[in-house]
């Protein structure tokens, strides 16, 4: 999977088409991620010990990684990967083939 926690993306697919957020959670095994105030679900919660008023929650859920680009510099960039010559390997946008 190209995109790490902490990249700024864009959903380019879905109900939140347009919106950009900040990556907070990657699952490489299934291809999901969890961007931050997209795919914004309310759940019911039971009063508990770690929340004890209980009520109705905003949580963000995870989605396809493929419903979202890259930003950078303020475009929507796709990714490729580089390998320098001392070996190292680093994500660049296809564009521009600038290191991000």
Do not use: C, W
């Not at 900040?22 to 009063?47: D, L, Q």
């Not at 508990?48 to 890259?70: T, Y």
Request: no cysteine.
């Amino acid at each position: 999977m190209k995109l790490r926690k902490g990249d700024t993306v864009e959903v380019i697919t879905g109900k939140d088409k347009g919106t950009q957020g900040e990556i907070e959670h990657v699952y490489p095994k299934t291809g999901k991620i969890i961007v931050n105030g997209v795919n914004t679900v309310s759940k019911h919660s039971k009063p508990s010990r770690a929340n004890e008023q209980g009520g109705i929650i905003d949580k963000d859920m995870p989605f396809d990684a493929s419903n979202v680009m890259l930003v950078h510099k303020g475009n929507k960039v796709r990714l490729g990967y580089k390998v320098k010559d001392d070996g190292t390997k680093v994500r660049i946008a296809r564009p521009s083939g600038e290191e991000i």
